[in-house]
């Protein structure tokens, strides 16, 4: 039963929009790049906690949202990132470098803790990655040398608080830049297509052949080294770690999902909307103390009941707009064949 | 002629439901044989116990001669097995080709744009090129039985099981589905078709298995199997119709 369809249909990948985005997210990225040398040193400084809450909202994005993981533990990988800064600075590494190996390292970590957090499913995977966020802590605060439970700050740090918040800010860049390059190419590849049948139907997804476990441990370590360049920026910027519960507190979870869910779950806008809103209300609001939590409740709950795909879920529905092209449309090459509109 | 599938002494327990009981029946490469029975006999556990979607409680299942009794279904795809859901299963927020891409790239196991060739034909045999950019979410649920096959043969599979895919369907629906299958067929693929609809399922079968309540209780040519005086007094039973 063969057929001359790949003459009858063309299947579309929208490569060349692919392209233009790719083209105006460079341009966008050298913009920023250089900001630092146009504005004020604290708008810029201001931008960097922009930058690491949208590496934040996009990997967690890509953990619950496309991969179907619902973790509240993500704080665990926060705060393994931050610290190992302390561990390769003290090696000898400069704290910048350390920001990225950091990371490489927590994915290594990450690895066997899947094992571990794949055996629970559903609501008990959120509470499992939630306890061992907390182990984590409890395992880190037994160490002196990280400053037993008090915090600690970064010994070797450049002097001139300018420098130090330039390439503070040049790193947060890079990081959000590969998190959303990183995800926005995963998306596009075949691992995509496997990453949404397992998030829609898992028992499916094995017949059609895909390897769930193998699959979700790729974005899972994906999300731990997200997680961790976060939580090494947040230490870059803090000169340190202030309190070791409050870089491994679960109020980074409830953020990310925070971001996520008003932005638009399962979307590449979606997080990156939602972390310019999160990164608005706090940077205006956060003075407000306590309203500004009731503030931040009452706003996600009505987006919930008014927008429940999100501000950048719902945009993109009612107008069936994408920024960043994904996914594949086939088009039929003879005038005479005709497929449902939608 | 070799031997598509063994199916050896095969039981199935949900806790202390036993669903199967001693199953053991072997197909030809290349046959189509037909499995009908009353709701709950445990059809489609045996199927998902072909599949590897169940554990088998006890017994073994072999493919081509191997042994995959402990192998996970997404292995056993990826060997030839082919498989549509009763409840249909569909990968809502893909769209139908995506779905259909999806069983292409990792069941048949193809690169691109072979992967996409093979998808679009696997949506021109099942009838869903219409559907092809619809998100699989919106299908209505005849649509979504449909796609369930597609979906399947897009892993490009040498046994292709079925279960009941043409309940609902209009006559001439039914009978263009019945030409697919035969088709499918004569091309090679070793068939295994759970069917209420029995003669839509005896126009493509050489062979019919009768289950209830978890055992083989007639295996032979179709016309014997539905005289048989078992199979008879479970269909005054009640259940199929
Ligand atoms: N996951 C499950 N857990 C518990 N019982 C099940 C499960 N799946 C099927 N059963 C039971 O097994 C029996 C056989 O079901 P099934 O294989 O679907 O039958 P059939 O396809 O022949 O109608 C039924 O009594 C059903 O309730
Ligand atoms: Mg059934």
């Known amino acids: 039963m063969t057929s001359q369809l790949s003459a009858d249909y063309k299947v579309d990948h929208f490569q060349k929009k692919a392209t233009v985005v790719g083209l105006v997210g460079a341009a966008v990225f050298l913009f920023a790049a250089v900001a630092p040398y146009i504005f004020a040193t604290d708008v810029t400084s201001a931008w960097i906690k922009l930058f690491y809450l949208i590496s934040l909202a996009t990997t967690w994005n890509l953990l619950a949202g496309y991969a179907g993981m619902v973790s509240v533990g993500q704080q665990a990988y926060i705060g393994l990132g931050a610290y190992g800064i302390f561990v390769f600075n003290d090696m000898g590494l400069d704290p910048y470098s350390s920001v990225l190996v950091a990371s490489v390292a927590v994915g290594i970590i990450a690895f066997p803790i899947s094992y571990v957090a794949f055996r629970l499913r559903g609501g008990y995977f959120a509470i499992g990655t939630w306890v061992i966020a907390e182990a984590t802590r409890q395992i880190v605060i037994r160490f002196d040398s990280l400053g037993s ?194 | 002629m070799s031997n598509a599938l063994e199916i050896k002494g095969i039981a199935k327990s949900y806790a202390s439901l036993r669903v199967l009981e001693e199953v053991t029946f072997t197909v030809p490469a290349g046959q189509a044989i037909g499995i009908v029975g009353p709701n709950g006999a445990g059809k489609s556990t045996l199927l998902s116990v072909i599949s590897g979607t169940e554990k088998a409680s006890a017994g073994t299942v072999l493919i081509n001669g191997r042994d995959v009794t402990s192998v996970g279904s997404e292995d056993r795809t990826r060997m030839g097995i082919g498989r549509t859901f009763q409840i249909p299963r569909p990968f809502t927020n893909l769209t139908v080709f995506e779905n259909a891409l999806s069983g292409a790239t990792f069941g048949a196991g193809l690169k691109r744009k072979a992967a996409e060739d093979k998808a679009l034909e696997a949506l021109e045999i099942a009838e869903m090129m219409q559907y092809a950019n619809t998100p699989a979410g919106q299908l209505p649920l005849l649509a979504r039985k449909r796609l369930e096959l597609a979906r399947a043969l897009a892993t490009n599979p040498s046994i292709l099981l079925l279960d009941e895919i043409a309940g609902g369907l209009t006559e001439a629906e039914c009978d263009s589905l019945v030409q697919t299958i035969s088709q499918l067929r004569d091309s090679g693929i070793t068939i295994v078709w759970i069917e209420h609809v029995v003669q839509a399922l005896t126009a493509v079968v050489s062979r019919l298995v009768c289950l209830a309540s978890g055992t083989l209780i007639a295996d032979g040519d179709p016309k014997t199997v539905m005289q048989s005086p078992e199979v008879l007094e479970v269909y005054l039973g009640g259940g199929i119709k």
Request: with cysteine.
């Open chain 1, 149 to 342: 439970g008090r915090g600690r700050s970064i010994t070797t740090y450049t002097e001139d608080a300018i420098y130090r918040n330039l390439f503070t800010y040049w790193v947060a860049l890079a990081i959000m830049g590969l998190a959303i390059v990183a995800t926005f190419y995963l998306l596009r590849s075949r691992l995509g297509v496997a990453l949404q049948s397992i998030r829609d139907n898992e028992v499916a997804a094995k017949s059609m052949g895909i390897k769930v476990s193998q699959t979700k441990r790729i974005v899972f370590v994906v999300a731990a080294m997200g997680a961790a360049a976060a939580g090494g920026i947040i230490c870059l910027q803090g000169l340190g770690v202030a309190s070791p519960n409050t870089i491994f507190g679960v109020n980074y979870s409830a953020f990310m999902i925070f971001m996520v869910l008003i932005g638009g779950i399962g979307t590449i806008e979606g997080p990156i909307i939602g972390a310019i809103i999160y990164f608005l209300m706090d940077y205006y609001f956060s003075q407000m103390g306590l309203w500004y939590m009731v503030v931040l409740g009452v706003l996600a709950i009505l987006i919930m009941l008014f927008l429940p795909r999100g501000v950048w879920g719902e945009i993109s529905h009612r107008f069936n707009f994408k920024v960043f092209p994904v996914g594949h449309q086939v088009q039929p090459l003879f005038p005479g064949i005709k497929l449902k509109k939608k």
